[in-house]
């Protein structure tokens, strides 16, 4: 079993930055790939990037540019570095992990509230 431990987040103004960070514990860390989604209410969850314990990343077009995914610690930990947020209310990011036998696992959602 595998358990993400989100941190981070919280209240920013429009414009401003926030970070939000994931460690995984709990099994062996093999090849897989951490990453982050969001969900905004009514919207459907997204990804917003990813990185591969080779540390490959991949960006959602929306983010590009102004985020930036980092893994580290033994790479279980990732952090999503986030800038020139846009004000759009409360958003929750989840953290994910996919590994290469296919389980995955997700965080518990933490929230990032953007105020105009």
């Known amino acids: 079993q595998v358990q993400l431990v989100e941190s981070g987040g919280g209240l920013v103004e429009s414009g401003g930055s926030l970070n939000v960070s994931c460690t995984a514990s709990?099994?062996?860390?093999?090849?897989?790939?951490m990453g982050w989604y969001r969900k905004a209410p009514g919207k459907q969850r997204e990804l917003v990037a990813t990185?591969?314990?080779?540390?490959?990343?991949e960006y959602a077009d929306s983010v590009k540019g102004r985020f930036t995914i980092s893994r580290y610690g033994a790479a279980n930990t990732i952090n999503l570095k986030m800038n020139d947020l846009g004000a759009g209310g409360t958003t929750v990011y989840y953290c994910?992990?996919?590994?290469?036998?296919?389980?995955?696992?997700w965080g518990q959602g933490i929230q990032v509230t953007v105020s105009s």
């Open positions: 709990g099994s062996a860390f093999l090849l897989n790939i």
């Open positions: 990185i591969t314990s080779g540390q490959n990343t």
């Open positions: 994910h992990i996919k590994f290469a036998d296919g389980n995955e696992y």
